[in-house]
């Protein structure tokens, strides 16, 4: 799994068990609803750290739990 899929992952599980949608996610966030849905588009790589730590305040969580998840332990060479 890439870390972009991993984050994607974890994120929607966290949504999933709020019971939120990507665009309660963004505005709990302080983020529009168009850089929330952008994460999640397959077409986008990359994923901004910024990004995922304010997902992480519009979730009330430490980016420290967010990446201390299953998601993230066997991530794929990125340097191809």
Request: hydrophobic share 35%.
């Amino acid at each position: 799994m890439s870390v972009k899929d991993a984050v994607v992952t974890r994120f929607t599980r966290l949504c999933q068990t709020r019971g939120i949608k990507i665009n309660e996610l963004a505005n709990r966030s302080g983020v529009t609803p168009s850089t929330a849905y952008s994460m999640f588009d397959d077409s986008r790589r990359d994923v901004s750290i910024v990004t995922i730590k304010k997902f992480c305040d519009g979730l009330d969580i430490s980016i420290r739990d967010f990446f201390d998840s299953e998601e993230f332990d066997d991530l794929e060479q990125e340097i191809k």
